[in-house]
């Protein structure tokens, strides 16, 4: 991962930009903040081979697409031990209705945001990925009433 010293203004300017609009064009970006086009995607592929732009992707309504319905679930592992860890995080990403997993702290071991058609799909995942794990000690559900906002602009 890049240290953020590595990065100058005119670095930051193109990630503000790209994170708003991924098809934004190098023509486009340069001549918003100075730069030429082929500067501008010299440093946009200097930004990905160092690992600060990570993907480059649609984002899509999960209502469009029949994922009605969003929870929040946190996630009490039995036991901590490295390797059960890691297998959790394993399934997690594995599992297409989970769409974002968190190691934290607190009461809960790991959050995860997951999508469902409705409560049928939810339970089916839960069975799934929750009851069939012998190191899930509980879980806990939230289910999301509304989206106000969807994050994906990171503040540099």
Known sequence: MADEFLLDAFDREILRRVQVDARA?????????GLSAAA?????????????????????????VGQAMTFI????????????LDAFRRAARADPNVQQCYYVT???DFVLVVVARDMADFEAFTRRLL?????????????????D?????VPV
Request: net charge positive.
């Open 25 to 33: 064009t190098g023509e486009a970006i340069g001549a918003q903040i």
């Open 40 to 64: 501008v995607q010299r440093r946009w592929k200097r930004l990905r081979e160092l690992g600060v732009i990570t993907a480059e992707v649609a984002v899509v309504d999960p209502a469009a």
């Open 73 to 84: 679930v946190g996630v009490e592992l039995e036991r901590e031990r490295a390797d059960m």
């Open 106 to 108: 607190g009461a809960a």
């Open 131 to 147: 009851f069939d794990n012998a190191n899930i000690r509980r879980f806990t559900t939230s289910v999301v009433m509304g989206r």
């Open 149 to 153: 906002k969807i994050g994906h602009v």
